[in-house]
């Protein structure tokens, strides 16, 4: 299939106000350097951040008439099965919320990959209702955010920490929560450092409809718009591998 992911925009860049290694100047000098369109700051959260006012005023003051368009976003992980999220209640003038699988959304709460890996090769939780449980908290979160679009960020990394591949995914359950991100308007990344999602469900999203964008997760600004990884997940999808 064609799919057309501008490699001019980078939608995934941390700072000091997380845990990247660079400023947002730094940040935004480096993606003006390069010549990007696009750059979308997208620091971690919490629920109790409280540094989201003076954030927002950061990357507002390096706004420019011309050049690089700046988008004031933040990243969040998933809590639950429910699809709850590790978000502050205000997020005045956040554009863009990343939703990532840092932890499984199990049902009472997040866990730790180490942890469900155990019972997984413990027999206690089976491999294929892990990832069933993993989609439908996915799907769910989805719907978790108003007022900001929501980009699914590096979507599946959580699998081989658990000791299972993407491939495992069902074709259905793949399809299912595709068709749910193009009916709330999600968008979808493609993952420098983490090198996922597989070709296939670029694959299967970008047949469902759904905006595929890619993002470098850069902690430091030497990685934005860096992107040969991502490249090569394209290359494999135009050639149809998975």
């Not at 919320?97 to 709460?109: C, R, S």
């Not at 470098?216 to 591998?241: E, N, Y």
Request: charged residues 25%; proline residues 5%.
């Amino acid at each position: 299939m064609t799919l057309t992911v501008p490699l001019d925009e980078d939608y995934h860049v941390h700072s000091t106000f997380s845990d990247g290694a660079s400023t947002i100047a730094d940040n935004v000098a480096v993606a003006r350097d390069r010549g990007l369109r696009r750059l979308c700051l997208t620091d971690h959260v919490r629920a109790a951040t409280a540094w989201l006012p003076d954030y927002v005023a950061a990357v507002a003051a390096l706004r420019a008439d011309d050049g690089t368009e700046l988008v004031t976003g933040v990243e969040t992980k998933i809590l639950d099965s429910d699809g709850r999220l590790d978000l502050p209640d205000d997020l005045a003038g956040i554009e863009l919320v990343l939703i990532a699988d840092h932890q499984f959304p199990a049902e009472h709460g997040p866990v730790l990959p180490g942890e469900l890996r155990v019972l997984i090769e413990r027999g206690t939780i089976g491999g294929p209702e892990a990832i069933e449980d993993l989609v439908d908290a996915t799907a769910a979160a989805l719907t978790a955010v108003t007022g900001p679009r929501v980009l699914l960020a590096h979507l599946f990394s959580i699998l081989p920490k658990l000791g299972l591949d993407e491939s495992a995914v069902p074709d259905a359950s793949l399809a299912r929560l595709a068709s749910r991100a193009a009916e709330v308007g999600t968008m979808l990344e493609i993952n420098e450092k983490w090198s996922c999602p597989s070709a296939r469900t670029v694959r299967a999203f970008g047949s469902a409809g759904v905006p595929v964008v890619a993002g470098s997760d850069s902690h430091d600004c030497a990685g934005i718009g860096v992107f040969p990884s991502v490249r090569q997940t394209l290359d494999a999808v135009a050639a149809g591998r998975r």
